[in-house]
Every structure is written in structure tokens, then in C-alpha cells.
T-cell receptor
């Protein structure tokens, strides 16, 4: 299985809601990543987990909370988001340098 | 902060022509990678070139790397309609991946 899956594909939430994005890979990759991508912009790195430990946090606001329950799963918990957080959220995994991306979750914050 | 800068930002060429995109970066790297993204979807890895390599080929793709100038180029030969996408370079240093602004490539029939 060489796929990274993400759920849900689309999410609409209000600013007071709590929701979670999920990412899963079964390639045995050691590292997993969250990126945020706005329209016509490149992906921006948010978090990196290596061997299930948070190794990089790119000064992301605390309303985004990552979690890595095991080596195959990566979650991004969302709380009290702002409309400007609306974006495509991409998950990726890697063993070495090549990253395998999921299809993304399109998030809209109302 | 963004590391890579691609040029051109947008490129339209006729099917069958070659497309060249350039990328410049600012700091030390382990590797430089190129990715393709079709509209609103996940990125697909195309090719990786290590900091000690100067040129690499994969099918219709040719990548060069000049570490003295901190620049790379991606050449797609004999373009096809299916090559229409955004192309990003990405620099890689110790798990920290930084993407350039990207080139939007449009192949005209």
C-alpha cells in the first residue's frame, strides 16, 4: 500500500467548533507531516513527527494541535479557528527524503 | 519563510515543446526535489537531486543543480497535455522541507 489517505475530503466548521483531520499511511514511514496550502500558494510546513515524536513545529498557533497516536496515524485537532485558516491541509509521509502526499482536506471556516 | 523562488511564475507552451522551470534557494541543503500538483490535489514527487549531484534524468525529466549559484532547473521534454499542472521545487534539510512559490505550466493543444 503506497497511499496516504486523509479524511474528511471537505470540512466546513464554525469558529466555535472543534474538529479533527486524520491522516493514515501503511508504508512504514518514520516521518509524517502537516502542511497548509492557500490557493495559488506553495504548501507551508506546519508540523513534523519523526518516530512518533514532534520534531518540528513551525510556530503554528495553538488552535492547531497535532497528535501522532501511532506510527501509521497523524491527527490535526482544530479548535477556535479563524476564517483565514480556510485552506487545503495536506498530510505527507516519508522514510528518507521523498515525500508521499495525501489528497488533502479542504477546510472552510465560517 | 519561503526558501525557493521559481521562475517563471506561469508558462504556456504548445504540446510537444520543451518546458524549462528554474528555482533559486537561499540556504544549505541536503537535497532538492521537484513536485507536481494538479489543481487542488496532493503533490506528486517527480525527482530528487542530492547536493553532490549536478544533473539527473528520469524519463522526460531532466534536473540540474548548481550549488554555487543555489539554483536548479527542471526541463520537461516533448510536453503533453497531461503535464499541465503546478510545479514546485522543495529544499530539504534535516526533515525541514520548504517549497518554492511554484510555476504554473499550461500545455496548449
Amino acid at each position: 500500500d503506497t497511499e496516504v489517505t486523509q479524511t474528511p475530503k471537505h470540512l466546513v466548521m464554525g469558529m466555535t467548533n472543534k474538529k479533527s483531520l486524520k491522516c493514515e499511511q501503511h508504508m512504514g514511514h518514520r516521518a509524517m507531516y502537516w502542511y497548509k496550502q492557500k490557493a495559488k500558494k506553495p504548501p507551508e510546513l506546519m508540523f513534523v513527527y519523526s518516530y512518533e515524536k514532534l520534531s518540528i513545529n513551525e510556530s503554528v498557533p495553538s488552535r492547531f494541535s497535532p497528535e501522532c497516536p501511532n506510527s501509521s496515524l497523524l491527527n490535526l485537532h482544530l479548535h477556535a479557528l479563524q476564517p483565514e485558516d480556510s485552506a487545503l491541509y495536506l498530510c505527507a509521509s516519508s522514510q528518507l527524503s521523498e515525500q508521499f502526499f495525501g489528497p488533502g482536506t479542504r477546510l472552510t471556516v465560517l | 519563510s519561503q526558501q525557493g523562488e521559481e521562475d517563471p511564475q506561469a508558462l504556456s507552451i504548445q504540446e510537444g515543446e520543451n518546458a524549462t522551470m528554474n528555482c533559486s534557494y537561499k540556504t544549505s541543503i541536503n537535497n532538492l526535489q521537484w513536485y507536481r500538483q494538479n489543481s487542488g490535489r496532493g503533490l506528486v514527487h517527480l525527482i530528487l537531486i542530492r547536493s553532490n549531484e549536478r544533473e539527473k534524468h528520469s524519463g522526460r525529466l531532466r534536473v540540474t543543480l548548481d550549488t554555487s549559484k543555489k539554483s536548479s532547473s527542471l526541463l520537461i521534454t516533448a510536453s503533453r497535455a497531461a503535464d499541465t499542472a503546478s510545479y514546485f521545487c522543495a529544499t530539504d534539510l534535516d526533515d525541514k522541507i520548504i517549497f518554492g512559490k511554484g510555476t504554473r505550466l499550461h500545455i496548449l493543444p
